[in-house]
């Protein structure tokens, strides 16, 4: 009999676990708690460092769904780990019996709002990345009217232990000037400015765009954290920052402030880790079994971690780490279950 494997959250690193575990012959359970697969991808325009339209690798992913029992707008209501399994209840009243169980619940975006200085819910034109890429997809929202002067501030609830979050987001640099780029070829007029701590362009190709940012879109950065925004009466907004370059107080007129919130936990993966009395690291991501040599495995038997699950990922990354999940899996299941065993054998025998 195959294996059972359950798969909670179907976004990048969920949906490519499935197909790499599907593959491998498992019968395999997906469940998203929205009404469609790919989490955050859909609701993302373009990606970085290409531009690539991030409809692609989601079509990509998809494909290769064929034959995962999928359910959306579905949730863990209990989980309890059993001698060598997992009894699950749905929220759809199904009843999943898991010989393992892959978490992969991606993270929830920082929300702008609990950072008051800068303005997100109280002045109109103080935005988000979640917002502008909603805008660039559907190019409409009235709070972005043919911007003169446009800034992003970085590390908003990342690297900020009043936010209570010490950690970096790791992606959200990288976005904030691919944004600004993109709004640059939307309002070519447009002044940008990206107000930064530290640029973190670690990945391959990054450090181009930063650079094709300057020189071919003239956006300036300032090194500074913005210590405060207001509005003015014409609804336009004053920033105020410290250039640390410089030690000079930095005070500029904005018709849009685009606010880079950064990677949180996901609290939906918090509740199942509450299900499961699975304590969390420090920074409310789960904790893995081992940093170095078991990061895709949790501190339980037979339950498994991928992606955003155990803290801010890039999507090769989120796809990367969810092979090695599936591989990780695979391993398990053949090592607990010798009825898994054989029947490999017997495949392999069989050619
Ligand atoms: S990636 Fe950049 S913007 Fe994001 S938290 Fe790290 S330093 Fe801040």
Request: aromatic share 8%; net charge neutral.
């Amino acid at each position: 009999m195959k294996n059972n494997v359950l798969i909670i959250g179907g976004g990048p690193a969920g949906m490519e676990a499935s197909a790499q575990l599907q593959r491998l012959g498992y019968n395999v359970i997906l469940i998203e708690r929205e009404s469609t697969l790919g989490g955050h991808l859909n609701r993302w325009d373009r990606l970085f460092p290409e531009g690539v339209p991030a409809s692609e690798p989601l079509e990509a992913l998809m494909k290769n769904m064929n034959g995962v029992k999928c359910f959306t707008d579905t949730e863990i209501q209990s989980i309890n780990r059993l001698d060598k399994s997992f009894n699950v209840i749905l929220s759809n009243g199904i009843t999943v019996l898991a010989d393992a169980v892959l978490i992969a619940c991606g993270f929830d975006l920082f929300d702008a709002s609990r950072k008051e200085e800068y303005g997100y819910g109280i002045y109109d034109h103080v935005i988000t990345n979640a917002d502008l890429e909603a805008w660039f997809q559907s190019k409409s929202d009235d709070r972005i009217d043919n911007p003169k002067r446009v800034g992003f501030v970085h590390c908003v609830g990342s690297r900020d232990e009043k936010a209570g979050c010490r950690g970096c987001s790791k992606v959200c640099c990288v976005t904030a000037v691919k944004e600004a780029c993109e709004i640059k070829e939307a309002f070519p007029d447009a002044q940008v400015y990206c107000f930064y701590m530290d640029l973190r362009m670690f990945g391959r190709h990054y450090e181009d765009l930063y650079l094709k940012a300057q020189k071919d879109y003239g956006v300036r950065f300032i090194r500074g954290r913005v210590s405060e925004v207001s509005e003015n009466q014409d609804r336009s907004l004053l920033v105020k920052a410290e250039d640390t370059l410089s030690s000079k107080p930095v005070q500029i007129t904005l018709d849009l402030l685009v606010l880079m919130a950064g990677m949180r936990h996901s609290e939906a993966g918090r509740r199942i880790a509450d299900m499961l009395n699975l304590a969390p690291e420090d920074d409310g991501f789960f904790a893995v079994r081992n940093n170095l040599t078991a990061n895709q495995q949790a501190r339980m038997p037979g339950l498994f971690l991928a992606g955003a699950a155990t803290g801010p990922k890039t999507l090769p990354e989120s796809l990367a780490d969810a092979r090695s999940a599936a591989a990780a899996i695979d391993h398990y299941l053949t090592d607990i279950f010798p009825q898994t065993r054989k029947l490999k054998k017997l495949v392999k025998k069989n050619g």
